[in-house]
């Protein structure tokens, strides 16, 4: 039940908006019969071929570890070009595009959504239009300020407040669909191709407003790790598709009815004592939506980090139930300024739709590059039929794209600019950790020569030293950096590597790894986490009881190393980027607090390194 919400909420809510902008704006069809039923017809096919036969037929085929979305498809893909470097490039460079232009749309989804219901208080009381933009904008700040709390219990009304949505969806469509009946001749594909063939011009324009009405497909895939295959495939079977078409058709036969509704469609399918109900109900629903939005762009900001294409963000869980509910604050807050900018600027539903659509468009196209690369490079021989499907899907989101590009003036440019910052900064922070690294093991000791070359000469000290190290072959930099300052060692010295999986999740039973170089003395251990896991060092630290290894609180210290790129000498390419990456390493919050570590127990050795 709870899937109704979170999944379908963007696509479940498509139809306040989606139909009505063919036929509005500068760019809007005239108002007859034909593109009435080419609009629909271009609509219901839309969804057969890009969500139930993409995304419900082909994408939750292709998980990693069940989770998926655009970055867990880029790291299964990742793993499996390992060996193929030029490739891999190219799979990296996929992801990151797609993931860039998620946060786009991210921030869009909650303006259009919220407005657009809110819009409806103008339709039940003209006197009321000047409160939409108000209300809006209070409504957004409410849902940004409690995601810190955590939605558990909120949510536990998304489902049945969803489910309501989809049932009045299609009772408000089916009574108008039975004034007007021949609507449905648009189930004909004949009525799109048709008027694809005669009007080739007027059609590509038009498809950019189609496209809202399967802007929330992406979500499917990207959520499945929360409710699994078969609970997302059921709902959009058995309720979802039916409902929003059955609405789509409703509001196409009351406009064939009256011109004068296509105003606002969605609103005027209710007789005017249902209306401001029908407002509240609507605006639940696209919270509801922008919350599952919001929850996306925290996941995919925790993804990047263990992916290494972003510094170590602290995530807060606000449930210890469910995996999935978690806080970034600074991606809330910079997400709630962009929000609260849209609808101050954009005013309108219709105004923002015009910016709508290019980003996800551009991630759709992406998803099936990387589906279509990963079906090739499995074991088992591709089917000619699935790589022919996916062929012409990518054929029709491209063209979807080439249509939505034409409103980048219009508006379009906004998630193209969101995408571009946010691409830069996980490259440059990605390529500036690649160089430090590879500096670091220029001068790397291995781990085996620990013993030989600091025997019992060097003096010890009492306690327990924890060198976090990224490399669990070498000695890490902070242990020769603190014995060339102090020229001591502690009586126990233990290397600790954190180390990501490609998985989604490790279970405590795997999580631990231990390797004796002197025992009671030296030791190189690991803990393994998932990219969706949430790293606890001191929590993991006790499951090193299993291999005999106990650490009293008091008398253990954890060094931690920072290496940093000094300022450039010579002015070149790199320098803005050696300059953007400094800045994030400044803002950037402290690796103690990441991994969970007690301040007063850390201390910090850096270098600075010059290229």
């Given at each position: 039940m709870t899937a109704m919400g979170i999944v379908y909420g963007d696509i479940g809510t498509s139809p306040l908006y989606a139909f009505k902008e063919a036929f509005n704006g500068s760019h809007g069809l005239p108002l007859n019969e034909a593109n009435v039923l080419a609009v629909?017809?271009?609509?219901?096919?839309?969804?057969?071929?890009?969500?139930?036969?993409?995304?419900?037929?082909?994408?939750?085929?292709?998980?990693?570890?069940?989770?998926?979305?655009?970055?867990?498809?880029?790291?299964?893909?990742?793993?499996?070009?390992?060996?193929?470097?030029?490739?891999?490039?190219?799979?990296?460079?996929?992801?990151?595009?797609?993931?860039?232009l998620f946060y786009g749309d991210a921030v869009i989804t909650p303006a259009i959504s919220v407005l657009s219901a809110v819009e409806g208080l103008s339709v039940a009381t003209p006197a009321l239009e000047h409160l939409v933009v108000p209300v809006t904008v209070g409504i957004l700040i409410a849902l940004f300020v409690i995601q810190r709390q955590g939605t558990g219990s909120v949510g536990k009304l998304?489902?049945?407040?969803?489910?309501?949505?989809?049932?009045?969806?299609?009772?408000?469509?089916?009574?108008?669909?039975?004034?007007?009946?021949?609507?449905?001749?648009?189930?004909?594909?004949?009525?799109?191709?048709?008027?694809?063939?005669?009007?080739?011009?007027?059609?590509?324009?038009?498809?950019?407003?189609?496209?809202?009405?399967?802007?929330?497909?992406?979500?499917l895939y990207a959520d499945m790790g929360h409710f699994g295959p078969i609970p997302i495939r059921l709902a959009w079977a058995g309720l979802v598709f039916p409902s929003i078409m059955i609405n789509y058709f409703g509001q196409g036969a009351l406009a064939l009815r009256d011109a004068e509704a296509i105003k606002n469609p969605f609103y005027l399918l209710a007789t005017p004592e249902l209306l401001l109900p029908l407002v509240a109900l609507a605006t639940a629903a696209t919270i509801i939506a922008s919350q599952a939005t919001i929850s996306g762009?925290?996941?995919?900001?925790?993804?990047?980090?263990?992916?290494?294409?972003?510094?170590?963000?602290?995530?807060?869980?606000?449930?210890?139930?469910?995996?999935?509910?978690?806080?970034?604050?600074?991606?809330?807050?910079?997400?709630?300024?962009?929000?609260?900018?849209?609808?101050?600027?954009?005013?309108?539903?219709?105004?923002?739709?015009?910016?709508?659509?290019?980003?996800?468009?551009?991630?759709?196209?992406?998803?099936?590059?990387?589906?279509?690369?990963?079906?090739?490079?499995?074991?088992?021989?591709?089917?000619?039929?699935?790589?022919?499907?996916?062929?012409?899907?990518?054929?029709?989101?491209?063209?979807?794209?080439?249509?939505?590009?034409?409103?980048?003036?219009?508006?379009?440019?906004?998630?193209?600019?969101?995408g571009l910052i946010l691409f830069t900064l996980l490259t440059t922070w990605k390529r500036a950790e690649t160089v430090l690294t590879a500096h670091d093991a220029q001068g790397a000791v291995p781990v085996?020569?620990?013993?030989?070359?600091?025997?019992?000469?060097?003096?010890?000290?009492?306690?327990?030293?924890?060198?976090?190290?990224?490399?669990?072959?070498?000695?890490?930099?902070?242990?020769?950096?603190?014995?060339?300052?102090?020229?001591?060692?502690?009586?126990?010295?233990?290397?600790?590597?954190?180390?990501?999986?490609?998985l989604a999740h490790v279970p405590d039973s795997g999580r631990t790894e231990v390797n004796v170089i002197e025992r009671g003395r030296v030791y190189q251990t690991a803990l393994h986490f998932g990219f969706m896991d949430e790293i606890d060092v001191p929590r993991g630290m006790l499951l090193f009881s299993r291999h005999g290894l106990e650490f009293e609180d008091m008398d253990t210290t954890f060094f931690l190393g920072k290496s940093t790129l000094a300022r450039s000498l010579r002015p070149g390419l790199f320098t803005w980027r050696r300059e953007l990456f400094r800045w994030m390493q400044r803002n950037a919050p402290a690796t103690a607090e990441y991994f969970k570590l007690r301040p007063e127990r850390v201390i910090e050795l850096g270098t600075r390194v010059a290229i």
């Open positions: 629909l017809s271009m609509m219901f096919w839309s969804l057969m071929l890009i969500v139930s036969i993409k995304y419900v037929g082909i994408m939750l085929r292709y998980d990693n570890g069940g989770e998926g979305g655009i970055l867990a498809l880029l790291g299964r893909a990742e793993r499996m070009t390992r060996h193929r470097p030029r490739l891999a490039k190219t799979v990296a460079l996929l992801g990151i595009v797609g993931a860039s998304f489902g049945p407040i969803a489910i309501v949505w989809f049932i009045s969806l299609a009772i408000l469509g089916g009574i108008s669909i039975g004034q007007t009946p021949a609507v449905l001749a648009a189930l004909d594909p004949r009525h799109a191709l048709g008027f694809a063939v005669h009007s080739p011009g007027l059609t590509f324009i038009v498809l950019g407003a189609v496209f809202l009405a399967i802007t929330g497909g992406e979500a762009a925290f996941s995919l900001t925790q993804q990047a980090t263990r992916l290494g294409y972003l510094p170590r963000i602290p995530t807060l869980h606000t449930s210890s139930m469910e995996r999935g509910q978690i806080y970034i604050a600074q991606v809330n807050w910079t997400m709630l300024a962009l929000v609260i900018m849209l609808v101050l600027e954009f005013k309108t539903s219709s105004a923002i739709a015009s910016a709508y659509g290019i980003a996800v468009s551009g991630t759709m196209v992406l998803t099936t590059v990387l589906v279509g690369i990963v079906i090739c490079l499995l074991p088992k021989r591709p089917n000619p039929m699935l790589l022919a499907t996916l062929g012409l899907i990518g054929l029709v989101e491209l063209v979807f794209f080439a249509s939505n590009a034409t409103k980048i003036l219009d508006g379009g440019w906004f998630p193209l600019l969101c085996k020569d620990f013993c030989r070359m600091f025997g019992a000469d060097i003096p010890r000290v009492r306690g327990t030293a924890v060198y976090m190290s990224p490399d669990p072959n070498t000695i890490p930099t902070a242990l020769l950096h603190n014995l060339k300052h102090y020229k001591v060692l502690h009586e126990r010295i233990v290397f600790l590597t954190v180390v990501t999986s490609e």
